[in-house]
Structures are given as structure tokens and as C-alpha cells.
């Protein structure tokens, strides 16, 4: 983690503010762009390029110690296998901190089972140029569309955060185009990796936590974007409202949740939505099985088969390799949860929590790859009222 972003993370349990112990540190040789733009911005200081690699976060309200592992703080409120193997490689640091326990809250309904499950799927994901079935270029493209305008403009030089960012890629685009610091969550461990691969950027901060128990101080972000994630949670409702409070005032949230669109359509759209909540439970449950991952093979060549016909009608979408396609047969057979939400019930979700200036994301704006997937799914931005 980068030393400065201290100031953001809080206690994912009380929200205090957390006290930093390094174990190991570097600094960082930044390229002449960022240094120009942190000199721009005015977050140029000695301690810019510093980045923890190792140590603990340390709540003193709660008495609660959280591990910061290769570079990735991890917030969760609860332990994981990480922190077995934080306790085995620093014991001394942990028994210098007798008055201090590991985090040990109840995870909400289903979590835990969750974030294994999207640790598989993104874990064999290469930095490939294409991410479901776009190139990155489009992804930019589809963020800019989300955002749009009026978000692109008051995000400028904010702090961004995206809840349930992957691999980052969006987190990425975020801190380019709104010149911003944005901050990636996620509670799977795919924020290892992201953490790993973008580590030469001062702009990108990633911690894993949870959309129900985020590690951030109240009210500090300008924009709050969530793509294809809280429909993934037991409660998508709770999810949102957990979410909304980190928003500040005056600033902008944009979700994307699957809609009822998606189980509508065509006999085959039907077809594969029916097959989709017979077969995800039990496919859920039985995660590293071999029956599921050959199930898992089989499915990936009927995403191959589609990919190829939607390709025949529109050459902007990517080509997917075998691996793209085995993690669009995850994304789609493995979640326990996947909740679907039209937009008069997300922006009445939003306006309970404050927020106006709502407006369904018209999918004309989206790339034609895209176009589709807009239509049939709930994109949904707002801001939260200043007064
Ligand atoms: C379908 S992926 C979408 C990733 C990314 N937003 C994108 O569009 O490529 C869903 C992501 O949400 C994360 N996720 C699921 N439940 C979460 C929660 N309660 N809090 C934070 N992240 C969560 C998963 O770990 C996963 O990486
Ligand atoms: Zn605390």
C-alpha cells in the first residue's frame, strides 16, 4: 500500500482511523508523469513514493490487528487463510502486540463461500488486452459512457472508488480520467494481483474488503462505482445502502446490476436462464469438484460458440481464447448469489439513501459490444444531495 493512503482506510468494523506498522518498505522510482501530475495536484511530499510492502493496520477502539500482505492491506473483518499464513511468517511481530486479536466478526450471509469463488475465477485471468468481451480500449470507453459527463467533470481530482474492482482494470481508467486517486475493493484476492500489477502507479490503491463492511472512512468518496457486483451479495439492497454512506456529499455513485432483461428474450436467452438457476446452486457447493470443472469445459465451449456468432454480427467484439471463455462460464455458473434488479427499484433504493439527479444509463451510449448488455441489465448513476 501506498504509506500516504493511511488517510483513507478505517477500521472496517468501527470506522476509526488506523494506526500503521511497517514491517518492510520501499521507494518507489516514479515515472516523470506522475511525479508532474502529484506536483499538479499538490500531493507531492516526501513520503509520496514510499510503499509498505509488509505490516499490520492496528485499530485501538476495536483492539483489532489487520495484515498488510505483499502490498495489499486486508480489511476484512474477519480471518481468511491469509492471515494463517501472515501469523506463520511474523510471529514476532504479532507477539509484540499481545492487547491486539485478529479480526473476528460473523461475515454476512454466504461471503465467505463468495469470495472463494471469485478468487478461482479471476486467479487464472491474464492481462491479456481483453477483458469479458472487450478490447481495454472499449472498456475505457464503456466506463466513460457509465460515468458520463457531468460524473467525468465533478469526479476530477477527487477520490474514486470502485467496489468489487477485479483485477482493477476500471480502477485503472478511473485514475487516468478523472486524474484522481481511485481506490480498488474487492473481497476476493484478486487485488493481489492487481496490487502486483500496477504497483508502479501512485494514483491506484487496492484493499481487499467488503462491499457490507468497507474499510473506508465515511463520506470520503467523490465518486462511488460498482460494476456487476452487489447483485452478488445475499442482500443487493443492503449492499447499496451499505455503500451509499461512504459517498460525500455533492458526490456521484453509478451502479451496474443485473437487470430482468437478462432472463427475458429469445428461447436460447431463456434457455440459458433457466439453466443458469438449475445448475448454479449445486455448481456453487461443489466448486473445485472435477465433475464441475469439466462441466465448467463443456460450458466454456458453448461461450466459444456464441462468441463466434456475436463476432459474425459485430467485429468489435473480442475474439475469446479458451480461458476468457472458461471465466465467462465462471462468472455465470459459479456465484451462489445473482440477483437481478430493474431501475425503478435501485433508484428507489438510491433516493431513500439521499440521492438525486437519477438516471438509467441509456444503452445507445455504450460501444456496440456493449449495446446489448445495456439493455437487457441496470446501469444506474446518481448524486447524493448536498443539503
Ligand atoms: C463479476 S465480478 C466483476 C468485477 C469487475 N467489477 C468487472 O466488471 O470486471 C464481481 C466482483 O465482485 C467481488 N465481490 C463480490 N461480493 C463482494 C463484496 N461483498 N464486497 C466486495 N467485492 C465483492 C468479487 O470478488 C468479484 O471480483
Ligand atoms: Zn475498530
Not at 498488510?68 to 494463517?84: D, K, N, Q, R, S
Not at 461475515?107 to 472463494?116: A, K, N
Not at 475505457?140 to 457509465?146: D, G, N
Not at 456464441?306 to 455458473?333: G, I, M, Q
Amino acid at each position: 500500500m501506498w504509506f500516504r493512503s493511511l488517510e483513507w482506510y478505517a477500521c472496517p468494523m468501527c470506522h476509526a482511523a488506523l494506526r500503521l506498522k511497517i514491517l518492510d518498505e520501499r521507494r518507489v522510482d516514479l515515472s516523470p508523469e506522475y511525479l508532474a501530475l502529484a506536483k499538479e495536484l499538490g500531493r507531492l511530499d516526501a513520503d509520496f513514493n514510499r510503499f509498505v510492502e509488509s505490516g499490520a493496520l492496528l485499530c485501538d477502539h476495536c483492539r483489532v490487528v489487520y495484515p498488510i500482505v505483499e502490498g495489499l492491506p486486508v480489511l476484512i473483518p474477519y480471518t481468511t487463510p491469509t492471515h494463517a499464513e501472515f501469523e506463520a511468517a511474523h510471529k514476532a511481530l504479532l507477539a509484540a502486540l499481545p492487547q491486539y486479536k485478529w479480526p473476528a466478526k460473523t461475515s454476512v450471509p454466504g461471503e465467505e463461500f463468495v469470495m472463494r469463488s471469485f478468487a478461482a475465477e479471476w486467479r487464472d485471468y491474464d492481462y491479456d488486452g481483453v477483458i469479458w468481451d472487450l478490447s481495454y480500449e472499449d472498456h475505457e470507453k464503456r466506463f466513460l459512457a457509465e460515468i458520463g459527463e457531468q460524473m467525468l467533470h465533478d469526479g476530477q481530482e477527487g477520490t474514486f472508488v470502485e467496489i468489487g474492482c477485479g483485477l482493477g482494470l476500471t480502477t485503472l481508467f478511473a485514475a487516468k480520467d478523472l486524474r484522481c486517486d481511485a481506490i480498488g475493493v474487492d473481497l476476493s484476492l484478486a487485488v493481489l494481483r492487481a496490487t502486483a500489477q500496477f504497483k508502479d502507479n501512485p494514483f491506484l490503491h487496492f484493499v481487499q474488503g467488503s462491499a457490507f463492511y468497507l474499510p473506508l472512512r465515511p463520506l470520503i468518496a467523490n465518486v462511488i462505482y460498482s460494476h456487476g457486483v452487489l447483485h452478488h451479495t445475499y442482500s443487493t439492497q443492503d449492499a447499496v445502502t451499505a455503500v451509499t454512506q461512504h459517498c460525500a456529499r455533492g458526490g456521484w455513485i453509478y451502479l451496474w446490476l443485473y437487470g430482468s432483461g437478462s432472463k427475458k428474450g429469445s428461447v436460447a436467452r431463456r434457455f440459458a436462464f433457466a439453466l443458469e438457476e438449475t445448475v448454479r446452486p449445486s455448481i456453487a457447493r461443489h466448486l473445485s469438484a472435477p465433475p464441475v470443472k469439466a462441466t465448467l469445459s463443456v460450458m466454456a465451449c458453448a461461450y466459444l460458440a456464441v462468441n463466434f456468432v456475436h463476432r459474425l454480427r459485430d467485429p468489435s467484439v473480442e475474439k475469446y481464447t479458451f480461458a476468457n471463455a472458461v471465466h465467462a462460464a465462471r462468472d455465470r455458473f459459479t456465484p451462489m448469489f445473482a440477483h437481478r434488479h430493474d431501475y425503478p427499484e435501485v433508484a428507489g433504493w438510491l433516493r431513500n439513501a439521499g440521492f438525486n439527479c437519477l438516471e438509467k444509463v441509456d444503452w445507445r451510449t455504450m460501444p456496440t459490444a456493449n449495446q446489448a448488455n445495456y439493455r437487457r441489465n441496470t446501469g444506474v448513476r446518481g448524486k447524493r444531495v448536498t443539503t
